[in-house]
Each structure stands twice: as structure tokens, then as C-alpha cells.
């Protein structure tokens, strides 16, 4: 069975150094991966490559199949079927919920605003956030703000979701209303990769962790292998660190 995201040899570089040196991934249709790393083992930058909004230097990366990053494949009309949410919510202050949620389907996907609207309150209904749709992002808390940004990922049906590193920024007490809401989506099958430096949230949402270790994915397999068994000693090196002294 073809892999939703298949990633081949996949090399980016920043001036001398080596980001991704060559990583393969693939991942299956309703599995949810979750990368784990130091700060610049390459897992947001991965991220970046598959959504292409970063070139990849070498090697090749296939969605559903299609080579999404031949040069003459447009770029537009890739972002369409993948969905990326980022630490910070990214959302439009001027614009309420609702209008944050709508601007891309009906500016660029030329989608009919009636529907657009109609599917964006469904989606903030299902997360308990209808009644904010006309309010405006600094209205809402920090866990509500990344809610809303992850449904304005979702609005457009994507194929793949890509979660980079969204729980980071929220206060503790917040972060189980966003891991409430990315459990929900794996239930429904949402094919997901998603990067973080949470063991809990890697624990507890992903189907395989993959471990990065200086542009490659060093261990990977099942959380409970790779969280609390881990083979490679790099591996062992990065998770003692995290423990609680």
C-alpha cells in the first residue's frame, strides 16, 4: 500500500550546515508519527520541507504517490491536501475566529464563502469554541488560540496534518485542551507527523516515535520501545536529560 508521506534521501542545508543529512520516512494512511530530537536535529525544518516551504537540497519527497517536490510541481496546489499548525498560532488580530478560519479557503481555494463558513462552525462547534466565532484572537486563551489554529488547518479536509511543536508555547494547564483535540483527530483517522519536545504528548498520541539525532532519524518504533527502551545510546543520552532530576 502506497504511504501517505514517503520522504527519500531528503537533504537541506543552510549555508555549511547539514540540517537533514539524507532522512527517509515513511508514513502510513490514519498513523500518527511523532519526531523527537534535540534543537536542530532537524524535525521543524522536516516539517517545512514536506509542506515546501523550504527546498529540499536533495532526494525526494512523495505525497500519496506524487512528487510534490519536482520543480515544476506547484506549490499551491500541494499546501491544499497538507495541513500545518506552528508553535505560535499565527493567527490575523484584525480578523475574528471565523474569518481566520475562512480566509485561505475562499482567497486562495476559491471555495464558496456560504461553505466555507458553514464547514469552519461546524469544526468550532465540535471543539467547544462555537460561541468565539466573531471573537478576535486576543480574546481567547492561549489553548483556545491553538485550537482555532489547528481547525484553520483542518478546514480544507487535508490529507496529511503537520504539528510543529504546538504545545510549547501554552501554559501547563492549557496544554490538555490542544492534546484533547489531537486525540480526537487521531480517533477520526487524521494522518498526522507531528514534532515535539514532550515525551508526555509523544507518549500518549503517537502510533511510532522517531528519534533525530543530527538530520537523521536514529531510533525509531512503538513510544513505549523507543521512550522507555531505547537501543541507541544517543538515544538513551537525549531522554536522561529530559527525566526530572
Known amino acids: 500500500m502506497t504511504a501517505v508521506l514517503s520522504c527519500q534521501g531528503v537533504r537541506k542545508v543552510f549555508g555549511e550546515a547539514v540540517v537533514l543529512d539524507g532522512l ?16 536542530g536535529s532537524g524535525k521543524s525544518t522536516l516539517l517545512r520541507c514536506v509542506n515546501l516551504l523550504e527546498e529540499v537540497d536533495d532526494g525526494m519527497i512523495h505525497l500519496d504517490g506524487a512528487h510534490i517536490t519536482d520543480p515544476r510541481v506547484n ?20 480578523l475574528s475566529v471565523l474569518d481566520n478560519i475562512t480566509l485561505a479557503p475562499v482567497r486562495v481555494h476559491k471555495r464558496r464563502p456560504a461553505e ?11 471543539i467547544g469554541l462555537a460561541e468565539k466565532a466573531s471573537a478576535y484572537p486576543d480574546r481567547l486563551s492561549g489553548g483556545q488560540q491553538q485550537r482555532v489554529a489547528i481547525v484553520r488547518a483542518l478546514v480544507n479536509s487535508p490529507r496529511l496534518l503537520l504539528l510543529d511543536e504546538v504545545t510549547s508555547a501554552l501554559d501547563p494547564e492549557l496544554v490538555g485542551e490542544v492534546l484533547d483535540l489531537i486525540r480526537d483527530l487521531k480517533a477520526d483517522g487524521m494522518t498526522m507527523v507531528l514534532a515535539t519536545h514532550e515525551m508526555t504528548f509523544a507518549r500518549q498520541v503517537a ?39
Open 24 to 39: 527517509d520516512l515513511d508514513v502510513a494512511e490514519h498513523e500518527v508519527v511523532a519526531l523527537i530530537g534535540a534543537s
Open 75 to 94: 506549490p499551491d496546489r500541494v499546501r491544499r491536501k497538507i495541513g500545518i499548525v506552528f508553535q505560535a498560532y499565527n493567527l490575523f488580530p484584525h
Open 116 to 126: 466555507a463558513r458553514e464547514q469552519a462552525l461546524a469544526l468550532l462547534a465540535r
Open 207 to 245: 502510533d511510532r516515535v522517531c528519534f533525530l539525532d543530527a538530520g537523521r532519524i536514529l531510533e525509531q518504533g512503538p513510544p513505549e520501545q523507543v521512550l522507555d527502551n531505547p537501543v541507541e545510546p544517543r538515544t538513551q543520552q537525549f531522554l536522561r536529560r529530559l527525566a526530572p532530576a
